[in-house]
């Protein structure tokens, strides 16, 4: 099993940015594609973007252009870079290995003014 630790979410105002990390335990962290999801009340959970192990990236077309995942495999961790955020980010953001059963606490972000 892995343990999972998100930090870095916060309320902030629109237009404002923000970083999140997920420090994952174990020694097989360089092997995963890693994702971003969030969940807002009343949503299904939705994946914000992912990361290969090589750095290959793919977004939500609704962060396209805003967010930016990144990886340090020497730190076994996880970054979301959240740029221009919008009321419609707001959301719990949990971290997730591909194909592993493991999932973080998750942190809130809230953007409002």
């Known amino acids: 099993q892995v343990r999972l630790v998100e930090s870095g979410g916060g309320l902030v105002q629109p237009g404002e940015s923000l970083r999140l990390s997920c420090a994952a335990s174990g020694t097989s962290f360089n092997r995963w594609t890693m994702g971003w999801y969030r969940q807002a009340p009343g949503n299904l959970r939705e994946l914000v973007a992912a990361i290969t192990p090589d750095g290959r990236t793919t977004y939500a077309d609704s962060v396209k252009g805003r967010f930016t995942i990144s990886r340090d495999n020497a730190k076994n961790t996880v970054y979301l870079q959240m740029n221009s955020l919008k009321p419609d980010d707001t959301a719990v953001y949990s971290c997730?290995?591909?194909?592993?059963?493991?999932w973080g606490q998750g942190t809130q972000v809230t953007v409002s003014s």
């Open positions: 997730h290995p591909w194909l592993t059963a493991d």
